[in-house]
């Protein structure tokens, strides 16, 4: 044997022993996506809005706050949407303290002067980088809740590249509800003063707070129901508190959460505060005392106890909690509370009987495949298709071996991608064994012809597959979970296709021939 032909084949026989073992024992090596193993899969989308508006309640507060230190008393400020504000109550003469505070600690905002007020309006930039770290954070806090919860090999990622969607994928879980029940729970905690009953209590109706307010609320102000709990914890009633829109702190203020309890055993939520929250709070809660400080989760308010005292960098959450509810919102605040509330768009479960009827549907269509593949290689090729159906199951070690050791995990597209892979695994032998008839039909020798059919075939294979591939890596890039499944098999069986089909391929040709002194004819 030649010597570059025994390099090629040790190159060869090394490459294929390492997928193997890679992929030996295949049970265990390759990890069965939700649609193979059973599972829940989610697709939620991240409000975005609701970071937009807490961000701009703190560059609102901390604005007010500058000019108040700098003896602007009058100074006073409104949300007028997610994204804009007014400031009100600072004269013209007091424009260049605007200027220096905006300057100094508002970059992301542009004003204007309007009449009597100054109109702000947070800049596009500003915007989307807000907006996009809301869903890595929203991400982020999702994962750690999934991961503190115990649930094994999930999948969690975002749809698309800007995209305010992530996609849930919990295979195998042991108790799906409480998961949902985890992730659902959104947890956007924020403190507010409340306008009315000043004191912090509650009142029956609606109707009582737009009373006091002359049947029109404040634009500042609006209505959130709280429970009313027995001492059983069962919810007996609703009341109402008039809350500031503004937030005092929010979740993203947190540093750590911890269940606790109260002064009478009741199940409580310790929280600390960063320390820029912890400031803050302290600042407003010190301004406030002898007013109601509603504590609002999820757009609901909780408990609404009356400030004694400044607060500086912790505190307390009652409401009335299990002992499980305690637990579960103390994990949910400490992974990270969300920036945002979520919206669930789609929901479906999957149950482990249907996960393994795929499995076995898919492990019949890629035998049958295989086996017509064998057969329509032999009748047409005669004794060369072995060639090709040798290099087809290198191509398939290839792939399992590949998929095992980067850990990818196989879903029932990913089969669909393994059974096409099979197909198109020898395509590119087709276009080159067409090729050598075409050569041996012009009276070329056989070593001539396969010389040729490689060296002209070459182009049109490389065309095919480069072009599936570019398809595959869009496919992977913008698509999801079984999507994103289905690329990868595709991707890793193209280059495994490319890799057998020319390089394996000529080498078990060269081999043959370098085998006999003379060959004038070749069954093909």
């Known amino acids: 044997m030649k010597k570059g032909l025994l390099w090629k084949g040790l190159l060869i026989g090394a490459i294929v022993l390492v997928g193997a073992l890679s992929a030996y024992p295949l049970q265990e090596k390759i990890k069965l996506g939700l649609d193979l193993r059973g599972g829940t899969y989610l697709v939620l989308r991240v409000e975005v809005e609701d970071a937009l508006g807490a961000e ?70 500003n915007e989307s980088t807000i907006a996009n770290q809301s869903v890595k954070q929203a991400l982020e806090t999702i994962r750690n809740r999934v991961d503190a919860f115990g649930v094994s090999e999930p999948t969690i990622q975002r749809q698309g590249l800007e995209g305010n969607r992530i996609v849930v994928q919990l295979p195998g879980v042991d108790d799906p ?5 985890l992730i659902k729970n959104t947890a956007f ?4 003063l409340v306008a009315f ?17 002359g049947g029109s609320l404040p634009d500042d102000v609006e209505i959130l129901e709280g429970p ?8 007996v009633g609703v009341q109402y508190y008039g809350v500031e829109k503004r937030s005092v702190i929010t979740g993203r203020d947190l540093k750590d959460a911890r269940p606790g309890l109260g002064d ?13 929250g912890g400031k803050r709070f302290g600042e407003i809660t010190g301004d406030n005392i002898g007013r109601g400080l509603a504590i609002v989760l999820d757009g609901k308010v909780r408990s609404a106890p009356t400030i004694r005292a400044k607060i500086s960098d912790s505190g307390m959450i009652e409401g009335s909690f299990t002992r499980q509810e305690v637990e579960d919102l103390s994990t949910v605040l400490k992974s990270g509370a969300l920036p945002a509330a979520i919206t669930y768009l789609e929901e479906r479960t999957v149950g482990p009987s249907l996960g393994q009827d795929s499995i076995d549907q898919g492990l019949k269509a890629g035998l049958l495949g295989m086996a017509l593949v064998v057969l329509t290689m032999f009748v047409v090729y005669k004794a060369t298709g072995m060639n090709a159906i040798v ?25 669909a991608g393994i059974v096409l892979t099979i197909g198109m695994a020898v395509d590119a032998n087709v276009l080159v064994f067409e090729r050598i008839r075409e050569e041996l039909r012009h009276g070329r020798t056989v070593k001539s ?4 059919g490689f060296g002209k075939a070459l182009s049109s294979v490389l065309d095919a597959n480069i072009t599936t591939l570019l398809a595959a890596l869009f496919l992977f890039q913008f698509g999801t979970g079984p999507i994103r499944g289905f690329a990868v098999t595709l991707s890793v069986g193209i280059f495994a296709s490319l890799f057998s089909a020319i390089f394996v391929s000529r080498w078990l040709f060269d081999l043959i021939l370098s085998r006999r002194q003379r060959v004038d004819r070749l069954s093909i």
């Open 56 to 125: 701009t309640d703190k560059d609102t507060a901390r604005l007010v706050q500058e000019l108040r230190d700098r003896s602007v008393a009058t100074a006073s400020a409104t949300r007028t949407s997610s994204t804009e504000f007014d400031l009100l109550g600072v004269g013209t003469d007091r424009s260049s303290d605007i200027s220096e505070i905006a300057e100094e600690f508002l970059p992301g905002w542009d004003y204007q002067r309007r009449a009597d007020r100054v109109g702000f309006r947070m800049k596009p930039q």
């Open 177 to 181: 509800e409480r998961v949902k029940k």
């Open 189 to 192: 905690l924020d403190f507010r």
């Open 197 to 213: 009953p000043p004191d912090g209590g509650g009142v029956q109706s609606r109707e009582q707070i737009l009373g006091n307010y």
């Open 228 to 235: 009313i709990r027995d001492s059983s914890g069962d919810l």
């Open 264 to 276: 009478f055993n009741q199940p409580i939520v310790n929280f600390f505060l960063t320390h820029d």
């Open 391 to 415: 290099a087809l199951a290198l191509n398939i070690i290839l792939i399992f071996g590949a998929l095992a050791y980067f850990g990818a995990t196989l879903t029932l597209p990913g089969i």
């Open 449 to 452: 012809a396969i010389d040729a």
